[in-house]
Structure formats: C-alpha cells, structure tokens
C-alpha cells in the first residue's frame, strides 16, 4: 500500500480557505529552505536568528491574525497554521512569533491608544521594532496575583520597581509589555509600555538553559524607571488584562507544539523505513507501528481541534476553558511524541542532528509555560466541577 502522509490522514481540504492553505504552504517552505539548515547549530551555540527577522516578518506572520496597523489581518486558524509550520523549525522560533504577536502587539491593539498603536504596530508588524511581554517574576509563576513589581504615580509619570522572569525575547526588545501592581491587590494591576533605553531598565539573558536554546529568554530588572503616563495601556484594568493576552497566545502555543509533534513523527517514519534490524526495516515492526499510530492519532485530533476552536475565535465565541484543554492536551500529545520519537531512533535519537531530542527538551518549557500543564488540569477540573481547587 502506498503510505499516506499525516496531511491526508487529516483531511485539511475542506477545513481550510486557499488563503489558509498558501500561508500554510509558504511558511512550511521557508522553515524547510531558510530555517532547518541553521537550526542544529543555532541550539547548540544558544543562539536566536536575530538576522532572519525581517524575513519573518515578509512572511507577514508577525501580527498575522490582528486588523488594521500593518497587520495582515489573517483568520486565527491562518495564524495557527503558521506557528504549527513555524514550531516543525523549532519551539524557539514559533515562541519569538507568538510572543511578538499574540502577547505584546495584542496588549496593545487590545487595551492601547490610538496614538501606541500607530506608534507600534506598523514597526512590529514588520519586525523593525520587537517587544517582550514580562508578567512572571522570580517568586510568582502561576499565581501572577501575587506579583511585587509597583508602579507609582509621580506627577504626569509611573515609577516602575520590579524584576520579571523567564521573559521571551527580552535581551533585544525594543519594548516590554510590563504589568505592575499601582495598588496592594490585584484588582490595581495595570500595563504598561517600558522602552529599552529608559533609565533604571536593563534586560539581561538566563544562562544554562537546556531546552529553547535557540530562544532568547531573559530577566527584565527595573529601577525607579520614569514611565509616563502616555506609555500606560489604559483599557487594560486588573488581572484580566493580562489573562486575556494569555488566553490569546495559548491557541497560537497549542497548534505551534502539534507541528514540533508532527515534525517528530515525520523523522520517526523515515528512519524506520531506512534502518533495518532482524533483517527487515524496523517499520515493518508491530511495536514501532504502534508508537507510530499512536503519535499520529493524536496529532490529528489535536489539528481538528486546533481549525474548530480557531473557527469559534473568529465568532469571538471561544471560551478561556476551551483554550486551556487545547493548550494542555496539545503540549502533552507534542511532549509524548517527541519522546516516543527519540525511542524509535534508538541511539540516535539523542544526537541534535536527528532533532528528536531538540524538539523534546523544548517542549518541557512549552508544557510549563503560558499556564503549567497542572494549571490547566485546575482550570478544566473547575469548569466540570465548579469547584475551584487551585
Ligand atoms: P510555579 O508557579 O512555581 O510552579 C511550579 C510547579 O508547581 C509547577 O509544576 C506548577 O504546575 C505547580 N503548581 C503551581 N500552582 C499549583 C497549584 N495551585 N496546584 C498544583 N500545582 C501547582 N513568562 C512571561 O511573563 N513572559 C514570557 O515571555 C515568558 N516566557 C517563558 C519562556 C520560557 C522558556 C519559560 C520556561 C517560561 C516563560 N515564562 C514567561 C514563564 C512561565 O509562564 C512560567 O514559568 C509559568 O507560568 C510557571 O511559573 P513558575 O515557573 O514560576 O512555576
């Protein structure tokens, strides 16, 4: 029998517009032509391609899935094709996307002025200016509730004291999404925009990381930093301002990891059918046939999935519980696949030039970030039970 490829096993024909279909098939190809010949080493050496920004952004998926500002005003599910095409390179380079995207130029499309936004999202959208999102902290990761980081009022300007953490792409942007607390509770959470060269800010990178490492994530350390009034993102009031960045960024995390995933089993395949064991390619093997089904069923799931919840965020119908079982079951179904593919190369697995391994130690960060897998076990166990138990 001819073998058939996931693509068709899938069936995308009739869920996606020709539009969706050539963003799809363009990203796919400069990751394939432009990203794959360089990604081996760039992880090795810690490195995030700074220089492909601009192509990138030619491919106009910086901002894709937002209206107006230079934003190419794509579908949520063009978007979520794009970081799936773009996280088969690596979790990395999707990461850089979606925080550019769906975190610090949604904050300000969403909660900014009119003048931030034309100020900001042209530039972004074409990847001449790049922004970072820091709402984690050293001791506050899953409850953000908790955060230290003030903001006080000085006259017509913030003052803004704070460490934030784990922050993507934070080492050269040119600006931060920074949310700081302008009271005791959470309820005086407020965001604001911190631009790199404003005294007392100073990125710097995390060092020793062992999955994303051609991601840059770094520390963002603020000092009694002047902000004025006009850099504070005024729609934006409590907790759920950046709550909802988030909820926006996990469906773009989500169909990102099922391309790592997809990745994964594709390198699965082939080597079996070249490596031979017992006399016979190992694809010919009952059990490496069952870690390969298993793997493929459940990348196809999470894809429908990822085109039927992208259709109810074009109705605006999506609900935050929806996104956390796509986010959680996508980053797990990626995790297991990646590591079932290491099993299969056997040896080689674990060398970066079979990139397996790669794919898997970067999908321990996706599992953690965006909401802990066990974060979205709480918010799933609460929308059945009612009960909260966080
Ligand atoms: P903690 O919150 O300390 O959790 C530790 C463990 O306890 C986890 O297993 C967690 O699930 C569990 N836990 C916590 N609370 C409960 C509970 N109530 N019940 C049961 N278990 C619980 N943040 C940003 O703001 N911006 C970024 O750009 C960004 N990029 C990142 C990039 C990378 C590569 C990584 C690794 C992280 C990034 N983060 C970013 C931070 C990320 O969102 C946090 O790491 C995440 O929210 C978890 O926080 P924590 O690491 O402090 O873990």
């Not at 119908?317 to 056997?346: I, M, N, P, Y």
């Amino acid at each position: 029998m001819n073998a058939m490829t996931l693509d068709d096993i899938i069936g995308w024909k009739p869920l996606l517009t020709d539009e969706e279909r050539t963003i799809r098939d363009s990203v796919r190809r400069w990751v394939t032509d432009r990203y794959m010949p360089r990604i081996t080493n760039d992880f090795e050496q810690g490195i995030f391609a700074r220089e492909l920004i601009s192509e990138i952004a030619d491919l106009g998926v910086l901002g894709a899935n937002l209206e107006g500002y230079g934003c190419a005003g794509a579908s949520h599910v063009a978007y979520g094709l794009a970081c799936y095409e773009l996280e088969a390179g690596d979790s990395g380079l999707r990461s850089f996307v979606s925080v550019q995207t769906s975190l610090a130029m949604f904050a300000i499309w969403r909660y900014g002025t009119e003048e931030q936004k034309l100020r900001w999202l042209p530039e972004m959208a074409a990847g001449k200016a790049i922004g970072c999102f820091g709402l984690t902290e050293p001791m506050h990761g899953s409850d953000p509730g908790g955060m230290t980081t003030r903001a006080v009022r000085d006259g017509d300007d913030w003052l803004i004291t704070g460490n934030k953490m784990w922050i993507t792409n934070a080492e050269f942007a040119d600006l931060a999404i920074v949310w700081a607390k302008t009271g005791e509770d959470a309820a005086s959470v407020r965001g604001f925009i911190v631009e790199k060269g404003m005294p007392g800010y100073e990125a710097h990178n995390i060092p020793g990381k062992m999955s994303m490492r051609a991601s840059a994530t770094g520390s963002l350390v603020m000092d009694q930093v002047r902000v004025p009034d006009s850099n504070r993102l005024p729609e934006a009031a409590g907790l759920g301002g950046p709550l909802r960045c988030l909820t926006n960024a996990r469906y773009s995390v989500g169909f990102g990891v099922l391309g790592a995933a997809r990745f994964c089993l594709d390198q699965a395949i082939s080597y079996t059918k070249e490596r031979t064991q017992f006399g016979v390619p190992l694809a010919r093997k009952q059990l490496i046939q069952q870690k390969l089904a298993d793997m493929g069923a459940r990348i196809v799931h999470g894809c429908v999935l990822g085109v039927h919840y992208g259709r109810l965020k074009e109705q605006d119908a999506l609900h935050h519980v929806q996104v956390s079982l796509f986010k959680r079951d996508a980053c797990q179904t990626a995790l297991d696949a990646a590591r079932e593919a290491r099993t299969v190369l056997g040896a080689n697995g674990i060398t970066t030039e079979y990139h397996v391994i790669r794919h898997a130690l970067n999908l321990e960060s996706t599992y953690t970030y965006e909401g802990t897998h066990e974060i979205h076990t709480l918010a799933l166990g609460r929308a059945l039970t009612g009960e909260s138990a966080f």
